[in-house]
């Protein structure tokens, strides 16, 4: 079955770049997206098709892809970034929704 | 406000039946596609089922096999996951979640709080 795979774990210290993989055979295809998860919240989508920043997230969040990965970047990053992020996308057929394992983002 | 509120979860035994709601406000409901996604405390995201906005298409994760249905009721803006021979392993949080309605774009732009499952003995 489809599988993304991003890394489990990601640390940076504050106001440095902190930056998420997420691989999969169908991402030269299909858009990837991404999603926050703060603990005891629901996620919060942070980027839509690959890059796209959606209103109200801050512009240190960005995204870009190459072949079959796609990436988050997250400039000067603060404390309230701590979080688990999470890649989605969508398999060759177009049909059915994947989403990675999860990269937990410790602010040291 | 936008908003998706989940109702239903609980506790039920191994083999039997519950039945989630999702109650939408704030939007059209009948112009979107709608999800349910699930996740095991402590784990990661997993994708149960979509469906389109006039129920045209529907789509299940392979793991389900058969046990679960999604259906929608645009006149009540209310969306439903009929969940059949549960197991243990379906113990869950489970969010419904809007698709947006960018062009090309598959993303879940809005989610419900959750509503928590679990089934054991």
């Known amino acids: 079955s489809y599988e993304l795979t991003q890394p489990p774990s990601v640390s940076v210290s504050p106001g440095q770049t902190a930056t998420i993989t997420c691989s999969g055979d169908?991402?030269?295809?299909?858009?990837g997206y991404w999603y926050q998860q703060r603990p005891g919240q629901a996620p919060v989508l942070v980027i839509y098709k690959d890059s796209e920043r959606p209103s109200g997230i801050p512009e240190r969040f960005s995204g870009s892809s190459s072949g079959t990965t796609v990436t988050l970047s997250i400039s000067g990053v603060q404390a309230e970034d701590e979080a688990d992020y999470y890649c989605?996308?969508?398999?060759?057929?177009?049909?059915?929704?994947?989403f990675g394992g999860g990269t937990k983002l410790t602010v040291l | 406000e936008v908003q998706l509120v989940e109702s239903g979860g609980g506790l039920v035994k191994p083999g039997g039946s519950l039945r989630l709601s999702c109650a939408a406000s704030?939007?059209?409901?009948?112009?979107?596609?709608m999800n349910w996604v699930r996740q095991v405390p402590g784990k990661g995201l997993e994708w149960v089922s979509s469906i389109s906005s006039s129920s045209s298409y529907i789509y299940y994760a392979d793991s389900l096999k058969g046990r679960f249905t999604i259906s929608r009721d645009n006149a009540k803006n209310s969306l439903f996951l009929q969940m059949n021979s549960l197991r243990a392993e379906d113990t869950a949080v489970y969010y419904c979640?809007?698709?947006?309605?960018?062009?090309?774009?598959?993303?879940?732009?809005?989610w419900g709080q959750g509503t928590m499952v679990t089934v054991s003995s």
């Open positions: 169908a991402l030269p295809k299909q858009y």
């Open positions: 979640a809007r698709t947006t309605t960018v062009t090309n774009s598959d993303a879940f732009d809005i």
């Open positions: 989605q996308s969508l398999d060759t057929s177009g049909i059915y929704v994947k």
């Open positions: 704030g939007f059209t409901f009948s112009r979107y596609n």
